[in-house]
Nanobody, 120 residues
Framework: VHLVESGGGLVRAGGSLRLSCAAS????????VGWFRQVPGNGRLGISC???????YHADSVRGRFTISRDYDRNTVYLQMNRLKPEDTAVYYC???????????????WGQGTQVTVSS
């Protein structure tokens, strides 16, 4: 089971980025996938999750700006981030599990993440 996050970078406030969570060694179709973020000194927070039947959840802090989606052909889950704010600056991680959960404590084996930096 291997997930790789990509798509982070430096963007000005108000800009957009699309993060990718690509899977290898297994098929994401039947898994719930969550996106999480972490800033130095703080714990990892769940921000978006998509269930195995494509029901989506977004935390209040990103609802209306971020959208999680799946590409079954590419075995990838995306996080489209629009109207970015400086407070969105963090390392972003994805993870997968059989049952839907927005709690990072329910997930194992974290990857390297991808850095998102939003300048004011």
């Amino acid at each position: 089971v291997h997930l790789v996050e990509s798509g982070g970078g430096l963007v000005r406030a108000g800009g957009s980025l699309r993060l990718s969570c690509a899977a290898s060694g297994f098929t994401l179709d039947t898994y719930a996938v969550g996106w999480f973020r972490q800033v130095p000194g703080n714990g990892r927070l769940g921000i978006s999750c998509i269930s195995s039947d494509d029901s989506a959840y977004h935390a209040d802090s990103v609802r209306g700006r971020f959208t999680i989606s799946r590409d079954y052909d590419r075995n990838t889950v995306y996080l489209q981030m629009n109207r970015l704010k400086p407070e969105d600056t963090a390392v972003y991680y994805c993870n997968a599990r059989a049952r839907y959960s927005i709690s990072p404590e329910d997930y194992d084996f974290w990857g390297q993440g991808t850095q998102v930096t939003v300048s004011s």
